[in-house]
Nanobody, 115 residues
Framework: QVQLVESGGGLVQAGGSLRLSCAAS????????MAWYRQAPGKQRELVATIARGGPSKYADSVKGRFTIVRDNAENTVYLQMNILKPEDTAVYYC?????????WGQGTQVTVSS
């Protein structure tokens, strides 16, 4: 098992930046996939970015070129650098880990982008 704790959310103006952190309770070195999801009010949770153990990352089309996912195995932390934020990025952002078919989630951190 692994516990995930997100931080770094907040209120920012459109065009601004935030960096989210996801701290894991144990080593993430052997965790196959780490990801960030988000859920806006009244909408389904959607995948934002994912990064594999070897480092390849993938992004939702809506955030490509603006968001960057980084995996720091030494710090047991995954980051989501978010630049050029838009009001439509407003959501609760969740960290996710998948290992041996099990999904682990953090409690989420709120990101609000004002226009």
């Amino acid at each position: 098992q692994v516990q995930l704790v997100e931080s770094g959310g907040g209120l920012v103006q459109a065009g601004g930046s935030l960096r989210l952190s996801c701290a894991a309770s144990r080593s993430i070195f052997n965790i196959n996939a780490m990801a960030w999801y988000r859920q806006a009010p009244g909408k389904q949770r959607e995948l934002v970015a994912t990064i594999a153990r070897g480092g390849p990352s993938k992004y939702a089309d809506s955030v490509k070129g603006r968001f960057t996912i980084v995996r720091d195995n030494a710090e047991n932390t995954v980051y989501l650098q978010m630049n050029i934020l838009k009001p439509e990025d407003t959501a609760v952002y969740y960290c996710n880990a998948v290992q041996y078919g099990n999904n682990y989630w953090g409690q989420g951190t709120q990101v609000t982008v004002s226009s």
